[in-house]
Nanobody, 122 residues
Framework: QVHLVESGGGLVQAGDSLRLSCAAS????????MAWFRKAPGKEREFVAY????????YYTDSVKGRFTISRDNAKNTVYLQMISLNPEDTAVYYC???????????????WGHGTQVTVSS
């Protein structure tokens, strides 16, 4: 059984930083593209960032470019999302996902965690 467990969320003020972690219990972790999505209140789940399974290339949605950094540690089966300069629009439940190919499309991901709450106050 595959399990993805997010951690690191919390309540912060605008301008603060957080680092989210996703611990993956999954066979052949390094073969998966890993991604972060988020769901803000009243909105659909949206793509945030991914890191490729092989070369480690990354891609970000425009609203987080320059502020968020996705990384992975294959020895620890863990993917991270370093977030700086947070603003209230970043408030959402953040989800970790694993997929067979790099993609910004939600349906292309095979496995999901249950999410961690990030709340940014102004």
């Amino acid at each position: 059984q595959v399990h993805l467990v997010e951690s690191g969320g919390g309540l912060v003020q605008a301008g603060d930083s957080l680092r989210l972690s996703c611990a993956a219990s999954i066979r052949a972790f390094s073969s998966y593209t890993m991604a972060w999505f988020r769901k803000a209140p009243g909105k659909e789940r949206e793509f945030v960032a991914y890191i490729n399974r092989t070369e480690g290339s990354t891609y970000y949605t425009d609203s987080v470019k320059g502020r968020f950094t996705i990384s992975r540690d294959n020895a620890k089966n863990t993917v991270y999302l370093q977030m700086i300069s947070l603003n209230p629009e970043d408030t959402a439940v953040y989800y970790c996902a694993a997929g067979a190919q790099r993609s910004a499309v939600l349906l292309n991901y095979l496995y999901w965690g249950h999410g961690t709450q990030v709340t940014v106050s102004s």
